[in-house]
């Protein structure tokens, strides 16, 4: 009677207990809540492309998380030892009990025993406090410095690519990459790992245990956890594939968020409102039908896993119950033991889920190390040549062909050849689409070309460091490209050196001064994203101060009074005329009032130069020139 007195107290207390000793965990949630899908970020073209790798089934791409974390032994350190702790304090718990309750309710118990063994669990229990705790600061730590870390190094490879990089790749799915996969690095780091290696602790430590407690039972055990753990895989692997697709439909329904609030205004002045919510939603309900599939999945794995767990547990009291009945073991115990195997059998199943978590890690780690690993086209040579000093602006094209990444069956430039002396201005002219802009990209570098050499300063700018060559050029872009700051820094952003008198005096020859001391802080103020608290003209204004302020021997104008008022436009191209006086000038313009003082007029159709001269020269010609000028200036047709 004595026996099963003490099996019913250890019968009734072990419900309460799992879930508290399970409770201590602070990760369990973490595990439930990474199941939830991570918007995933693939580019486009991998997205559309069949022969997409698929995601990796391997843990080789977490090498590069690894990499970064053991640049920080110390918290590795003592984040280990905290581990250690945790799991001893946990797997120490069922042996305390189990002396509880042999001596609690054993007859003629020692009360001064029963005591020690509770202040002993006390402290074995403020033990494993402090060691959560500590395990929790310093993986947490960890994780967020490895993230921190891939970030700044991503980011410093990504402004080294050329921009044809950004053409090919869209610019929303590598800050995906930045923001999403990095989270679940993060997540890995500082969850799933610390979570597998705390459950392998467990398990070791815990069959061990156990052998020592009940050896026939212990193998009884060994053959449920198998069968607890296939179903868990089956499952698992099933539930990865829908998760990825899951992860694929709110990636898109991110994307098309920021594509139409981008585009608000083009959405509401035609109306399409309507359209754009039944397309959101549309994409909303694909994403709904796969998310389904996976809860579905979830609780059929769920329901499986909990039966096969308690059922085993069941079997194992009931094994158990006969052998406190027969007297062979005390009910402490087979209270230990049931307690254990729970820890034992959760630990091999979590383990199960953190390889599938690790393998999600793998999938961010491999897709950021594309990143990491994309090599600039446009690259300084070994040995670049210098440029000549002090620099004299000349630029020469010859015999120059390009083709951009994505249009290769098209050439922007065909047999391109111009010679531009010091000092002179040029004006580029032409229909839509002729290659006038692609001139300027060329200049600047952000591409090469196929065929044929471009030189400044008589050094051809393959043999010479970009950064060198883009010292050398201010640029005002159609249109005026503003940053997330306030108008101090968007302003110097030409000449971070700039003192706010220069740039006081770069704003007044760009006939900007007067807004800009009427904003609220003045320099200080903040403009917004893009600049979007100033209009478009005072944004092209902007625009032309910051290359005022390159002081760079070589100008770049894209149509850079295009948004001008006349008021403005004129006040603004005399600053011009008279910064382009010693300079080198390329400008490309549609209206062709802006540039019939420029010292010769060249125009391009389809990639060629088909005129070139002065305005007078270029009207009188009868050319192309002649039939645009004729349409601008006097409406013929």
């Given at each position: 009677?004595?026996?099963?007195?003490?099996?019913?107290?250890?019968?009734?207390?072990?419900?309460?207990?799992v879930?508290?000793?399970?409770?201590?965990?602070?990760?369990?949630?973490?595990l439930?809540?990474?199941?939830?899908?991570?918007k995933?970020?693939?580019?486009?073209?991998?997205?559309?492309?069949?022969?997409?790798?698929?995601?990796?089934?391997?843990?080789?791409?977490l090498?590069?998380?690894?990499?970064?974390?053991?640049?920080?032994?110390?918290?590795?350190?003592?984040?280990?030892?905290?581990?250690?702790?945790?799991?001893?304090?946990?797997?120490?718990?069922?042996?305390?009990?189990?002396?509880?309750?042999?001596?609690?309710?054993?007859?003629?118990?020692?009360?001064?025993?029963?005591?020690?063994?509770?202040?002993?669990?006390?402290?074995?229990?403020?033990?494993?406090?402090?060691?959560?705790?500590?395990?929790?600061?310093?993986?947490?730590?960890?994780?967020?410095?490895?993230?921190?870390?891939?970030?700044?190094?991503?980011?410093?490879?990504?402004?080294?690519?050329?921009?044809?990089?950004?053409?090919?790749?869209?610019?929303?799915?590598?800050?995906?990459?930045?923001?999403?996969?990095?989270?679940?690095?993060?997540?890995?780091?500082?969850?799933?790992?610390?979570?597998?290696?705390?459950?392998?602790?467990?398990?070791?430590?815990?069959?061990?245990?156990?052998?020592?407690?009940?050896?026939?039972?212990?193998?009884?055990?060994?053959?449920?956890?198998?069968?607890?753990?296939?179903?868990?895989?089956?499952?698992?692997?099933?539930?990865?594939?829908?998760?990825?697709?899951s992860?694929?439909?709110?990636?898109?329904?991110?994307?098309?968020?920021?594509?139409?609030?981008?585009?608000?205004?083009?959405?509401?002045?035609?109306n399409?409102?309507?359209?754009?919510?039944a397309?959101?939603?549309?994409?909303?309900?694909?994403?709904?039908?796969?998310?389904?599939?996976?809860?579905?999945?979830?609780?059929?794995?769920?329901?499986?896993?909990?039966?096969?767990?308690?059922?085993?547990?069941?079997?194992?009291?009931?094994?158990?119950?006969?052998?406190?009945?027969?007297?062979?073991?005390?009910?402490?115990?087979?209270?230990?033991?049931?307690l254990?195997?729970?820890?034992?059998?959760?630990?091999?199943?979590?383990?199960?889920?953190?390889?599938?978590?690790?393998?999600?890690?793998?999938?961010?780690?491999?897709?950021?190390?594309?990143?990491?690993?994309?090599?600039?086209?446009?690259?300084?040579?070994?040995?670049?040549?210098?440029?000549?000093?002090?620099?004299?602006?000349?630029?020469?094209?010859?015999?120059v062909?390009?083709?951009?990444?994505?249009?290769?069956?098209?050439?922007?430039?065909?047999?391109?050849?111009?010679?531009?002396?010091?000092?002179?201005?040029?004006?580029?002219?032409?229909?839509?689409?002729?290659?006038?802009?692609?001139?300027?990209?060329?200049v600047?570098?952000?591409?090469?070309?196929?065929?044929?050499?471009?030189?400044v300063?008589?050094?051809?700018?393959?043999?010479?460091?970009?950064?060198?060559?883009?010292?050398?050029?201010?640029?005002?872009?159609?249109?005026?490209?503003?940053?997330?700051?306030n108008?101090?820094?968007?302003?110097?952003?030409?000449?971070?050196?700039?003192?706010d008198?220069?740039?006081?005096?770069?704003?007044?020859?760009?006939?900007?001064?007067?807004?800009?001391?009427?904003?609220?802080?003045?320099?200080?103020?903040?403009?917004?994203?893009?600049?979007?608290?100033?209009?478009?003209?005072?944004?092209?204004?902007?625009?032309?101060?910051?290359?005022?302020?390159?002081?760079?021997?070589?100008?770049?104008?894209?149509?850079?009074?295009?948004a001008?008022?006349?008021?403005?436009?004129?006040?603004?191209?005399?600053?011009?005329?008279?910064?382009?006086?010693?300079?080198?000038?390329?400008?490309?313009?549609?209206?062709?009032?802006?540039v019939?003082a420029?010292?010769?007029?060249?125009?391009?159709?389809?990639?060629?130069?088909?005129?070139?001269?002065?305005?007078?020269?270029?009207?009188?010609?009868?050319?192309?020139?002649?039939?645009?000028?004729?349409?601008?200036?006097?409406?013929?047709?």
């Open positions: 009677m004595r026996n099963r007195g003490q099996f019913g107290i250890g019968v009734w207390i072990l419900p309460r207990l879930p508290i000793c399970h409770g201590m965990d602070a990760d369990q949630a973490t439930e809540a990474a199941d939830k899908p991570a995933r970020s693939l580019f486009r073209r991998q997205r559309s492309d069949p022969d997409r790798p698929k995601a990796p089934r391997s843990l080789k791409p090498k590069m998380v690894f990499d970064a974390a053991i640049k920080y032994p110390g918290h590795l350190v003592l984040a280990a030892i905290a581990l250690l702790i945790t799991a001893s304090a946990t797997l120490a718990i069922p042996a305390y009990f189990k002396a509880i309750i042999d001596q609690g309710f054993a007859e003629g118990g020692n009360p001064d025993q029963i005591a020690d063994s509770f202040r002993l669990l006390l402290m074995v229990v403020g033990v494993l406090a402090i060691g959560t705790a500590l395990r929790f600061y310093y993986v947490s730590w960890i994780g967020e410095r490895v993230v921190a870390d891939i970030r700044l190094k991503v980011q410093q490879n990504l402004l080294r690519l050329a921009p044809g990089f950004y053409e090919e790749n869209s610019p929303k799915e590598i800050s995906s990459r930045m923001t999403s996969d990095t989270t679940l690095i993060e997540q890995v780091v500082g969850t799933t790992v610390s979570v597998a290696l705390r459950n392998t602790l467990m398990a070791i430590g815990g069959t061990i245990y156990l052998f020592y407690l009940a050896p026939q039972m212990t193998l009884g055990l060994a053959l449920v956890i198998p069968a607890i753990v296939i179903p868990i895989t089956v499952f698992g692997r099933r539930l990865r594939n829908v998760s990825r697709t992860q694929d439909r709110v990636a898109d329904v991110g994307a098309m968020v920021t594509e139409v609030l981008s585009g608000m205004k083009i959405v509401q002045a035609f399409q409102e309507n359209r754009e919510g397309r959101f939603g549309e994409a909303v309900e694909r994403t709904f039908a796969v998310a389904k599939r996976r809860i579905l999945i979830r609780a059929m794995m769920t329901s499986v896993i909990i039966f096969m767990i308690f059922g085993s547990i069941t079997m194992l009291m009931w094994t158990g119950a006969n052998g406190v009945a027969s007297g062979d073991i005390s009910g402490g115990t087979i209270a230990a033991f049931v254990t195997g729970g820890l034992v059998a959760g630990a091999f199943g979590s383990l199960t889920e953190v390889y599938g978590d690790l393998l999600r890690g793998a999938g961010a780690a491999s897709r950021l190390s594309e990143l990491l690993e994309e090599k600039p086209t446009i690259a300084p040579p070994e040995r670049p040549m210098q440029l000549p000093e002090p620099p004299r602006g000349s630029l020469s094209f010859r015999n062909t390009f083709r951009y990444p994505t249009r290769l069956d098209t050439a922007a430039l065909k047999d391109f050849s111009l010679e531009v002396e010091p000092g002179e201005t040029v004006a580029i002219v032409g229909p839509s689409g002729g290659g006038k802009s692609t001139i300027f990209q060329l600047e570098r952000f591409y090469d070309p196929q065929g044929g050499t471009i030189r300063d008589g050094v051809p700018l393959t043999s010479a460091d970009p950064a060198d060559i883009r010292r050398r050029i201010a640029l005002v872009p159609q249109e005026g490209v503003l940053f997330s700051a108008a101090r820094d968007n302003l110097r952003y030409g000449n971070w050196d700039a003192t008198e220069d740039i006081w005096e770069a704003a007044r020859a760009a006939n900007a001064e007067h807004f800009l001391r009427d904003l609220p802080d003045g320099l200080d103020t903040y403009l917004g994203e893009s600049g979007t608290r100033l209009s478009g003209g005072q944004q092209q204004r902007m625009a032309i101060a910051r290359a005022l302020l390159r002081d760079a021997p070589i100008l770049l104008l894209d149509e850079a009074t295009s001008l008022d006349a008021e403005s436009e004129q006040s603004v191209q005399l600053a011009l005329d008279n910064l382009m006086a010693t300079r080198t000038t390329l400008v490309i313009a549609h209206r062709l009032a802006t019939r420029a010292d010769r007029i060249v125009v391009l159709e389809a990639g060629r130069i088909v005129e070139q001269g002065t305005h007078n020269e270029l009207a009188d010609a009868g050319g192309l020139y002649s039939r645009l000028a004729a349409l601008q200036f006097t409406g013929a047709s």
